[in-house]
């Protein structure tokens, strides 16, 4: 199930409320009840998915083993994935960003200033 959600995530992060407009996602409503057949190829057609991945969602979004998925649970699902993988990927990258800072600032050299007094050469801080 890991390797699904992991595609599920890579393509809610791309989709916002406004994205999913015009594609077999947003035609979904909130009272959709979708066969394991529909809702199969509604995902592959947002995800890159095998058959048996889509089935592997299936059963992962109809706990109650219904023989049904509720789109409207899905869609829900699917765009808080989407903001959550945004968030984490947001957040990562910031850290990322302070940590390589530190680092390069800590490859800097300092450069010595020459006490013109005495001749004497020391380092700044």
Do not use: W
């Not at 529909?38 to 992962?60: K, N, W, Y």
């Amino acid at each position: 199930h890991e390797r699904v959600l992991e595609k599920l995530r890579k393509a809610a992060m791309v989709f916002d409320r406004s994205s999913i407009a015009g594609t077999s996602l947003g035609e979904l409503s909130e009272s959709s009840r979708l066969s394991y057949a529909e809702f199969g190829a509604m995902c592959r057609s947002v995800v890159p998915l095998t058959t048996r991945e889509a089935d592997a969602l299936c059963v992962m979004f109809d706990p109650q083993q219904a023989g049904f998925v509720d789109g409207g649970d899905f869609v829900r699902f699917f765009h808080k994935f989407g903001v959550d993988a945004r968030g984490d990927a947001a957040r990562f990258n910031a850290q990322h960003g302070a940590h390589r800072r530190l680092r390069d600032a800590s490859r800097q050299t300092i450069p010595l200033i020459t006490d013109r007094r005495s001749g004497a050469s020391s380092s700044s801080s």
